[in-house]
């Protein structure tokens, strides 16, 4: 992110996307021990890719566990001096809990698929361009910065032009005092780009709000680690009211895959990826979402094919965007994790976005999180502005029972804040009842 | 009257015991609970699938059990409108109001104000550390509440008593105290273990600084409790104990504790017991507290009413009124020869009924009330009005 090169070769010509990513999908069936076995299912270069891929298994977090690192590494590739000099190491995700996974991590890779993906959306073209400040405020897990030396001076959490801002690993602990720090530690940094996790930055931004303290405004917002909730996005623009802010999709496996542009289209950073839609079955769920299955392209040391990340998107319809570009995919939305979506009282699938859309509406709702117990019953947990309690629990129980059917036994338990997982990240839902991909997913 | 919670039977094993070939009536449950099956489960569940420690593992296993028992926090911390950040596990109530007598730096001549019937729990750790000034009783018992005002010195230190006290079975007015307390610029410490499984708790709405509680008297297992601290009052507090889990960093130099809770959590925590009280409060959330209530309250009434019926039946604080009253009755009986341990005994024995018999750990209470110890039936959400008839019928009867 402040390292700086030319440009790459910028020609995102579908044909050469397809040629690009023919050929590593070749070098990979060949040369990297894992997919070997895969070999025999593939039904050879003469058949039209997209036929290929669909004939290849789905690459899992399971799998990643179980072969990384020597399973996804080249064989050519001398990994002892790999590591000796630096040039890549092993690291393990945040995750949520039992999706922790380690990967082989190359730098130089990673920071070429960030300077790719920002190319996407103008005001971050423009920074991505030339040196500059960027802060990240997220959970210590997600940002590599736990550490075991006790509290970090601002000194020793700024890594070049990057400031770390955040040390807490709940961040619904934070007291004034700490975001009065951080406020400081920003104004005092000035940094262009604020790399955050939304319901951190929401957080930050009401208690900033609630102790009249104003926040340094970066020429962009981008956010990541974790889907964005309207409620965070309305606090967040308070804050920040003339910051343009960017949402980024990606993962520690598979670098940077989705940028927003100015009109709020997810595009595929086509240089470092090769993207798959695995919609959901008849009946299931809407067949405009999937799941995202990634392809890494160019990464020497760490071939990923068919990689489920967890995620689900909506596949964008109707005229092309109104940004001009025209390749690769265009997502509407993210539509959330996979293991975090609920069912109706019918068994449809209903993501963690469709949930937060239909939630908006809710009068008062500061947060929430969306337990399914059984096929029919759901218990919400909610905050909400002092003095709107009853009115919220009245929406809350309204509108879910129109999401979820009529049937629907809705529990409101109203919370005094609800805190993250021990990965850091906030669970806006989740549901007791088993959750296949390979069975939603065709 | 309505057993409305009696369908909760079934989830309680323990009641399908008997003794002597028997089914048992327990009304024990002030001294400790039985566990409902999802209790059960929870715990066997870290032992058969999660035997990993907490926050210090780098595997899957010591990650899920370690969100397991965060989750467990969160849960309780729902359960008193709480933030998570603001519950630190300990052993029972007890540790948890030993944590905090030892941590507010009490001098000998400081004082702490409360009700004279407190448990020991919730007397000797400030008798210990400091001079305690005991409110006063009327002549059943009951604590004189209003006074709390003239008790107050400039030497006071801290106010702790007991959402309902474990001899009483009233609900002490603790936004009374709270205010009387914050006017001047000292700590309330609410004893919930009692009223956890009866009353709602909402610490906000309480105005409480501290509140402690225990496990197994809220359907949890033993050698489990929680504090709950005020945030900047946990962030006062001087360190209990110290070891492995609550710094972040030591060195030659110095050390650094932790943040938040795990600050006081040094050592290996009881962890299949913090998982299996979360299992605990989320189980009874589940029924509504407001109904657990309405539920324990009826029960109560007809205890009271019932044992107020019986000549020389005493029943300690029964000059409260009936609806600040839980399903708790501590009473003594005037029947030369049976001393309360020996009728407790003679009730399980001849009607299998379990109660209490003795001094329930409040001595200064029996002092005042010039009495060799008191019967204690108490209920909780899956006992019925059949039972406190059995009760009541066993006890007349003995009385002939």
Redesign the interface.
Known sequence: MYTLSAPEDTSTSPERHAARFQSTLDRALLTIPFYREWKARDPGPSVPIAQRLAALPVLTKRDLRAHVPDGFMPDSRASAAGFASGDIEIVTTSGTSDDRVSVVWHQAWWDRSEREAARIHPALARLFSRPHREAVLTSPVCAGAVCHVGDASMAERTIGSLLFLNQAQDPTAWDERNVRRMADELREFGPEVLEADPAYLAIMARTARAAGLSLHQPACIVLTYEFPSRIHLRAIGRAFPDVPVVSSYGSTETGHVFTQCSHGTFHQNLETSHVDIQPFQPGRGDPAIGRILVSTLDNPWFTLLRFDVGDLARVRGGAPCPCGRREGLAIAAIEGRLRDVTFDTEGRVVTVKGLDDALDRAPGLTGYQVVQSAPTRYVVRFTAEPGEEAATAGAVQELLKGLYGARAEIQTLRENVISPEQSGKFRLSRSTLPVRPEELCA | MSDALSRTREDFPFLRRTIDGRPLTYLDSASTSPKPQCVIDAVTRVYLEGTSNVHRG?H?IA??V??SY??AR?AI??FI?????EIVFTRNTTEAINLVAAGIGLQPDDEVVLPALEHHSNYLPWRLRARVTPLGLKEDGLPLYDDVEGSLTPRTRLLALAHVSNTAGVIAPVRLWADAAHARGVPLLVDASQSASHVPLDV?ALDCDFLALSGHKLLGPSGIGVLYAR??RLAALSLYQTGGGMV??HGEDRF?AG??PQRFEAGTPNIEGAIGLGAAVEWL??LSMTAVLSHSQDLGRHLVEALREIRGVRIVAGSAPLESRIGLATFGIDAPGFSPEVIARLLCDRYQILVSGGYHCAHILHHRLRREGTLRASTHVFNTHAEIDRLLAAVKEIMK
């Open positions: 780098v899957t990650d899920e370690t969100e965060e989750e969160r911390a729902s409108n709480a933030a998570p950040s906000r945030r900047e972040r960093y650094e943040e938040g959330r589940g």
